[in-house]
């Protein structure tokens, strides 16, 4: 009975040692079921982590930093994570909040007396992007900057009106960051940069996380790339300055920075529960990410069960969905389903140009989301943004057109030419939809 029963404890110890072997390999395989099709098709390139209860589950880099190169990109490869930043400056914030050197009820003019109508806005409008400020996406005097200081980025909104009554409605502003950030800094009594160091980077062990200028030298930081003019092809994005957005997107950072702070900030001890409230909301899941031209970053934060999910890609090429993705992949739960569509190789004819080509806007985004369809002498018909970045539109055997650059399916409407794209998710349970309108050409 003794040898049965250390034959017993033998095979349990056995099968134990393989299920913890086994357990990574079928994450692993999950996951690169999920992320291969999209490297391949030059929609994502970069590396996702997934912690759970503090310890890393699963960590992969995938595709190219450098793809003229053929620098491939690791675990420590640094990313501009653009609005990523964001939840960085809310987490400061809080710690500011938990010491009593400010209120979410401040208001603007009580610490920059002289911005307009600082008296209407408080902390709290900046924070939930309900406080009018401009968005200085949309401000030409952010356009192709290369050097810009958080002060002189307020002194220019301060010449601005403000978009709406504060509290009115919500609407997304980089500018409300810079005023908020400009508030911690008076506040805390140190510069911006500083304080966030001081009071996340540093208490956090994050060494790889920094702000990022136009001309500072960042060793192991990746390039930007985008979909290229066909599948499976990538290309250069267009210059985009961090200056646009001091507070609120000018960090870069690591996969593994960025999970050790989402732990820290959504389910630890950073600040306390009522300022983790106030700054970030009360969901049960937190989804926080950034995009811009060459970059794209997803998180799935789900504090009650510890798990915590991080993508940093050095592709703009927005896949909706894709941190739930990889949490369904990494826990074992069915994946989100896509609508179904067959990807042709049908060519327009020189005729379709007449139908196809001309100028849209996409007006949910703003004055900077104009976009320009033309039919190509090969047949393909391809989208260029205001920046003059091309993406071609796969066709649809249903008549429609998959655009891979937001991941959305478009159906043209109008008769005699076309007036309008209905775009939506190709997931069944997207969360986004927009309409692309013809207008006039610049």
Wanted: some cysteine.
């Amino acid at each position: 009975m003794k040898f049965v029963k250390i034959i017993a404890l033998a095979l349990m110890s056995q099968a134990c040692a393989v299920m913890a072997f086994a357990a990574p390999n079928s994450i692993e395989t999950r996951m690169d079921a999920l992320l291969n099709p999209y490297v391949a098709s030059a929609q994502f390139n970069g590396v996702v982590i997934v912690t759970k209860q503090g310890k890393t589950i699963f960590a992969k880099a995938y595709g190219m930093a450098n793809y003229e190169f053929g620098v491939p990109n690791r675990l420590d490869t640094r990313f501009k994570i653009a609005s990523l930043s964001k939840p960085i400056t809310d987490a400061a914030l809080g710690v500011l909040l938990d010491a009593g050197k400010i209120r979410m009820d401040t208001k603007v003019s009580e610490l920059i007396p002289d911005f307009p109508r600082g008296n209407e806005i408080t902390v709290r409008h900046l924070v939930e992007h309900q406080s009018g400020v401009a968005h200085t996406n949309n401000l030409p005097e952010f356009d192709n900057i290369t050097r810009m200081t958080l002060a002189q980025s307020v002194a220019i909104l301060k010449t601005k009106p403000l978009d709406f009554t504060p509290g009115s409605k919500t609407s997304y502003s980089n500018g409300g960051f810079d005023v908020l950030a400009m508030m911690m800094e008076r506040a805390a009594g140190m510069p911006f940069e500083q304080l966030l160091h001081s009071a996340v980077l540093d208490k956090l062990g994050m060494r790889d996380t920094g702000v990022a200028e136009t001309f500072r030298m960042i060793p192991r930081l990746a390039e930007g790339y985008q979909p290229g003019d066909r599948r499976g092809v990538r290309a250069r994005t267009r210059f985009y300055p961090v200056e646009m957005r001091r507070s609120g997107g000018s960090l870069y950072s690591t996969a593994g920075d960025i999970a050790t702070f989402m732990r820290a900030a959504y389910g630890g001890t950073l600040i306390s529960a009522a300022s983790r409230r106030a700054v970030f909301g009360d969901d049960a899941v937190f989804t926080p990410g950034g995009r811009s031209p060459g970059l794209y970053s997803v998180t799935y934060a789900d504090p009650a069960h510890d798990i915590y999910v991080v993508a940093l890609s050095n592709n703009y090429s927005p896949v909706d969905g894709l941190s739930r993705r990889i949490y369904r992949a990494v826990t074992g739960e069915p994946p989100l389903a896509i609508k179904p569509m067959t990807l042709t190789d049908r060519k327009l004819e020189a005729k379709d140009a007449d139908y196809y080509d001309g100028s849209f806007v996409i007006e949910q985004f703003g004055p900077y989301s104009r976009i320009g369809l033309t039919v190509q002498p090969d047949g393909r018909l391809v989208a260029t943004s205001y920046y003059g970045e091309p993406t071609i539109l796969i066709p649809l055997a249903d008549g429609g057109w998959f655009y891979p650059l937001v991941d959305a399916i478009c159906r043209p409407q109008g008769e005699a030419r076309l007036e309008r794209l209905d775009c939506a998710s190709s997931l069944k349970e997207g969360v986004f939809s927009f309409t692309a309108t013809r207008v006039p050409a610049p």
